[in-house]
């Protein structure tokens, strides 16, 4: 029941790490509700622990931190607790260490909307990224409307005075006009101190930033190589690969070092090296496992220990589940939310993927309720009446077809213009070509899609 009019795909965002997440606090230990986006009540069926204990380290974690963990990589980039949550004096901030890295939690005092360096934002439109302050300068990207960032530079003004700033993403650094940012605070942040003040590797030539003249000769970013002049330093390689995979700026941090090699505390061996805010990388050429040749070091323990933080095994609480992969092994859905016009894939209580949508407009609404793929086609013809009523269409080829429901109705591949978000369709759920050709692979017939205002 698509309509004749198909836009290009714009306002898609991977969610996996800048949910606010709510929770309360008693004796210094989270409890509360599942950590889920903000004003999202999640159906039972996503519901997932909000507390697991760890038995190698004899450690609980609790969301947010768990929810935190769980879809930012868990033990391959924090490792396992090792301590619990420490509350601060004033009981504003909560702490906990990891094997490789700590979090913090600290509540959204709520109303903040200034720009601030340091913290996150969130782009309101499709805006470009240039290399400078301006219009003026060279454009190198453009960012998605939604899709989030840090803010690491500005601000400076325009030749009209207008300000802009310096942001970091997955794509390198560039330049957005301010107007084009809304502030989003993430509650949970990183924030492992890598080099101490007095560490040796302050006198390292790798620490020192880039001169002028070597990052001329690296040239402009590339698919194989970024560098980011708010720390002077480039990446590269299988460390950048695992950067970007592994929730980049806002979990790892920018570069602080170019590779090195380095003795290893933990082993003694030397390995080759690159320092970030929040980790520390290695290069593991003798693993079996390519997906394991880049490794964390085990900065939170060091950081645990510089601290003097209680890291004693504690009892596990009876209430409290043993953890295992598969308590969150939850099911596939869809949630369609009208009333955004957006769609967003999910893995139990984890968000997969989201996207700006066009349903159904006035006198041809998307039904609302609880659904199931009932039978995919790869392309389907979509007509409805006859030629001779106003409301007639005929539109071949339509892809990537979920029907959910008898009488035509489905989730289906659209492209065009740039409507997204707009009800403009016969009551089906339009989304973007590539995005519907993910989601074809992968919900299964039989796969829940809860749409709702």
């Known amino acids: 029941m698509g309509g004749s009019r198909w836009p290009a795909a714009i306002g898609r965002l991977l969610l996996a790490a800048v949910f606010s997440l709510a929770l309360g606090l008693a004796d210094g230990v989270f409890h509360g509700v599942a950590a889920a986006p ?9 519901r997932m622990p909000t507390k697991v204990f760890f038995a190698e380290t004899g450690h609980t ?23 619990e949550p420490i509350a601060s004096a004033d009981g504003k901030l909560i702490t906990q260490y990891f094997e490789r890295m700590a979090l913090q939690y600290r509540a959204n005092a709520g109303g903040a909307t200034q720009l601030v360096v340091g913290y996150g934002a969130v782009a309101n439109d499709v805006v470009n990224l240039r290399t400078g302050p301006g219009t003026g300068w060279g454009k190198i990207g453009q960012l998605s409307r939604d899709e989030a960032v840090r803010i690491v530079g500005g601000p400076l003004k325009d030749a009209q005075g207008a300000p802009w700033y310096q942001v970091v993403g997955s794509f390198g650094t560039g330049w957005s006009s301010g107007q084009f940012l809304d502030r989003q605070d993430d509650p949970v942040s990183v924030v492992t101190q890598t080099v101490a003040p007095n560490a040796p590797q302050r006198s390292e030539a790798a620490f020192k930033s880039l001169t002028p003249i070597v990052v001329g000769a690296l040239g402009p970013d590339s698919d194989a190589q970024t560098f980011f002049p708010s720390t002077g330093h480039s990446l590269s390689g299988a460390f950048k690969t695992f950067w970007e995979a592994n929730g980049g700026a806002t979990v790892l941090g920018l570069p602080l070092s170019e590779e090195f090699n380095e003795a290893s505390p933990a082993d003694g061996k030397t390995y080759r090296v690159q320092y970030f805010e929040h980790a520390k990388m290695e290069y593991h050429p003798e693993v079996a496992n390519q997906r394991d040749v880049i490794q964390l070091s085990l900065l939170g323990r060091q950081a645990a220990s510089a601290a003097s933080v209680p890291t004693a095994a504690v009892a596990r609480p009876a209430s409290i589940p043993m953890y295992s992969p598969d308590l969150f092994e939850g099911i596939k859905w869809i949630e369609v939310n009208l009333s955004e016009q957006r769609l967003t894939a999910w893995n139990g209580d984890a968000p997969l993927l989201t996207t700006l949508v066009r349903s159904g407009k006035a006198g041809w609404e998307t039904p609302t309720g609880t659904f199931r793929v009932l039978r995919k086609v790869l392309q389907d013809d979509m007509t409805l009446g006859d030629p001779s009523d106003d409301y007639y269409y005929y539109t071949p080829n339509v892809p990537w077809v979920m029907y959910f429901l008898d009488g035509g109705f489905a989730i289906h591949g659209a492209v065009l213009d740039s409507m997204w978000g707009t009800p403009t369709s016969h009551g089906c759920v339009n989304v973007p070509v590539d995005i519907a050709q993910y989601l074809y692979g992968w919900a299964p017939v039989g796969t829940l899609i809860w749409i709702h205002y």
């Open 38 to 46: 903000p004003g999202r009540d999640l159906p039972d069926w996503a």
């Open 61 to 83: 974690l609790a969301d947010p931190f768990l929810f935190y963990w769980r879809t930012n990589g868990d033990r391959r980039v924090f490792g396992l607790p090792i301590s």
